[in-house]
């Protein structure tokens, strides 16, 4: 089975928007999606990219654009400005805890991905604290799985240690962005590649004659 591995974070509004398109892209190659957060804040700006709050003025006040554009052209719910997504970083692992969550699901044999999107609509859409502890035991537990046993694995050695691997990786491929997708060793950076990303995966099945 074709891997679709996607690295990203769980504070990313374009990772959200993704969802319903990604799911779709999913379904329809019958691909194995390997979901991968990582350390963000600390590979991305080796890598070139410029994280939101760093930039200037101008470029942050399109960031706004864009994301109103897409809300509206894919008829997702989303707040602009979050009540839960900081201008100042007093946590630095604030978002990172739900992605840590979303590995133990995966390693558990979970619908990670339901339970990504949860987190992220959670965060973006409701306006929800995701950096909280008991919202995202809440979370889980609202989509059918543990949340108390998911809370407990987040430090565990095998999920810490997947995250860790998850960002060697994201360095490696000199991802500078989230989401970016990975088919057959190409990079796709963006929700608004997937399209891209559908027909690289067609081109994949043909290579290997699926």
Known sequence: MIELPCFYSLSSPWAYLMGPQLEDIVRRHKVRLVLK??????????????????RPPARRS???????????????PLALRPRYYPEKVADPDWNKR???????AQLRGLDAFRLSHALLRALWAEERDTASAEVRIAIAEENGMDG????????????QAAYRTFTQEAEALQVFGAPTFIVDGVRFWGQDRLGFVDRALDALRSKQGN
């Not at 399109?62 to 997702?76: G, S």
């Not at 108390?148 to 999920?159: D, G, P």
């Open 98 to 104: 739900p992605g840590w969550m979303v590995i133990a």
């Open 148 to 159: 108390h046993a998911l809370h407990q694995a987040e430090t565990s050695a095998e999920v």
């Open 62 to 76: 399109y960031h706004e654009e864009e994301l109103d554009r897409w809300r509206r052209y894919l008829q997702m």
């Open 37 to 54: 957060p990582f350390d963000f804040q600390e590979i991305v700006p080796r890598t070139g990219g410029v994280p939101l709050r760093t």
